[in-house]
C-alpha cells in the first residue's frame, strides 16, 4: 500500500521560505511520480507540482512557478517541495502524492488516498 508522511509546514511571514518534505514509506519512491496538492480553507484541492521518477519531467502550477521548487532524493525515499517568496495566498494544507505517468510526463492524478498533508500559514 503507498504510503506518503507530509512534513515541513508552520507559519512564516510574507516572503519567507519553506521546505516541505514527503516521504515514502514502505515502498521505492523512485518507481513513481510524485505530485504536490494544496487545499485551502473552504477551497478545492489544487495541483501545485509534480516530479516524474527519474525526476527529468516536471510541472509547476502557474501561480508557484517561479517561487516554488520541486525535487526529489529517491536514495532518500524523499520528495521535496521548496517554497520561496511566499504569499498569504499560498496558506493552505499542503499533501503530496503518488500521481500517473503518462508519456513519460507526470499527470496529477492521485494513485491512493490522502494523507495527513502539512499546514503551511503564510501571515503576518
Known amino acids: 500500500q503507498l504510503q506518503l508522511v507530509e512534513s515541513g509546514g508552520g507559519l512564516v511571514q510574507p516572503g519567507g521560505s519553506l521546505r516541505l518534505s514527503c516521504v515514502a514509506s514502505g515502498f521505492t519512491l523512485g518507481y513513481y511520480a510524485i505530485g504536490w496538492f494544496r487545499q485551502a480553507p473552504g477551497k478545492e484541492r489544487e495541483e501545485v507540482s509534480c516530479?516524474?521518477?527519474?525526476?527529468?519531467?516536471?510541472k509547476y502550477d502557474d501561480s508557484v512557478k517561479g517561487r516554488f521548487t520541486i525535487s526529489r532524493d529517491n536514495t532518500k525515499n524523499t520528495v521535496y517541495l521548496q517554497m520561496n517568496s511566499l504569499k498569504p495566498e499560498d496558506t493552505a494544507v499542503y499533501y503530496c502524492a503518488a500521481v500517473r505517468t503518462v508519456q513519460a510526463m507526470c499527470v496529477m492524478i492521485p494513485l491512493h488516498s490522502w494523507g495527513q498533508g502539512t499546514q503551511v500559514t503564510v501571515s503576518s
Open positions: 516530479i516524474t521518477g527519474s525526476g527529468r519531467n516536471i
